[in-house]
């Protein structure tokens, strides 16, 4: 993996609005990106009806319920949930500062992807706040286990994943996806993969209160005989799921705070999954280091070259 501009921290150049609607509570949700100042990581503030305001930072630290989605806080007047596909497109396009600030409890699920966060983020633009960068570099295995599922991280000259998912459906299968993360690669292969389910699940859901937003606009709907409802169909042929899938474990690893570099492979994985391996590997002060890129001229260094600097003074996972 090389490294140019992206060796510095950056946010956007102007702030940017969107608005749509949360896929559990099925209200209308604004939600604006603001600019901020480097070493400010990523910030959620969530306004309420009574003028005040919430405040969570991005980080592992801060992860509650991961049963559906994952949330930010651990009390649910004081959360902020469905974070995962944003902070996958903030993580991919390399934006390491900045304040999303959200008129209620959950973050818009626009169309179930990434792709309009990203979208928006190219509207205003990248600024680079010259300031350098630091990265969680894996320097051995961790691996948790969870019944038949599994994950681990192990070390990789490079930011990469491995997702494999197996479903007792015909449709899906198992399909696995592969590859190194970059801006380009996420934008053509992974932002627009869509949040997926089974009709057959949907009832319970709406029961229980959640999925109230759902609808064939912002999900991939499986039929009780394992065909597509959408009339779109499929935006990748037959892997969409995988390529949610990773979707989902990018942005759930954007809570380490800080952009890592490592391989990360998952088998029958979540959110809960993806949310234990990411602390079991910062739990574990000799699996990884901190590292930025060396003091040199050249606008383009490897991964391989970076070098370690001291950790207590680095903590982007505390909350």
């Known amino acids: 993996m090389t490294i140019g501009l992206l060796g510095f ?3 956007i150049a102007n702030s940017v609005q969107l608005k749509g609607i949360g896929v559990h509570s099925g209200n209308p949700v604004s939600m604006t990106f603001q600019p901020a100042e480097a070493g400010t990581g990523i910030v959620f503030s969530r306004q309420h009806e009574n003028g005040n305001t919430t405040e969570l930072k991005a980080v592992s630290a801060n992860v509650g319920n991961t049963d559906l989605c994952t949330v930010l806080g651990r009390s649910l007047p004081q959360s902020i949930s ?11 396009m390399g934006i390491d500062n900045l304040i999303v600030e959200v008129d209620g409890p959950e973050v818009p699920i626009m ?17 680079n706040l010259g300031v350098k960068r630091r990265y969680i570099r ?26 494999e998912i197996d479903f007792d459906t015909p449709l899906i299968g198992r399909q696995i996806w592969k590859g190194d ?20 699940d949907v009832e319970r859901l709406w029961a229980a209160g959640y999925a109230l937003g759902s609808s064939l606009e912002n999900s991939v709907v499986i039929s009780d005989d394992s ?26 690893l954007a809570l380490a705070g800080a ?22 590997l910062l739990s574990d002060p000799t699996a990884y280091e901190i590292v930025e890129a060396p003091a040199v001229r050249s606008p383009v260094v490897r991964a391989r070259e970076f070098v370690p600097v001291q950790q207590l003074e680095f903590a982007p996972w505390s909350a």
């Open 259 to 280: 952009q890592f570099i490592g391989c990360y492979r998952s088998y029958r994985g979540g959110h809960k999954v993806n949310a234990n391996a990411l602390k079991a």
């Open 9 to 11: 921290q950056t946010t």
């Open 82 to 92: 469905t974070v995962e596909h944003v902070m996958a497109g903030i993580y991919a």
């Open 111 to 127: 169309d179930g992807s990434s792709m309009p966060f990203i979208e928006a983020i190219e509207s205003v633009g990248i600024t």
């Open 138 to 163: 894996v320097v051995k295995p961790v691996r948790i286990e969870a019944s038949a599922s599994w994950a681990e991280f192990r070390p990789y000259d490079g930011t990469r994943f491995e997702v």
């Open 227 to 252: 065909t597509v409802i959408n009339m779109e169909g499929l935006r990748y042929a037959k892997d969409e799921f995988v390529r949610h899938k990773t979707l989902d474990a990018v942005g759930d």
């Open 181 to 200: 993360l970059t801006p380009e690669t996420f934008k053509n292969e992974l932002s627009r993969a869509r949040t997926f389910g089974f009709m057959r």
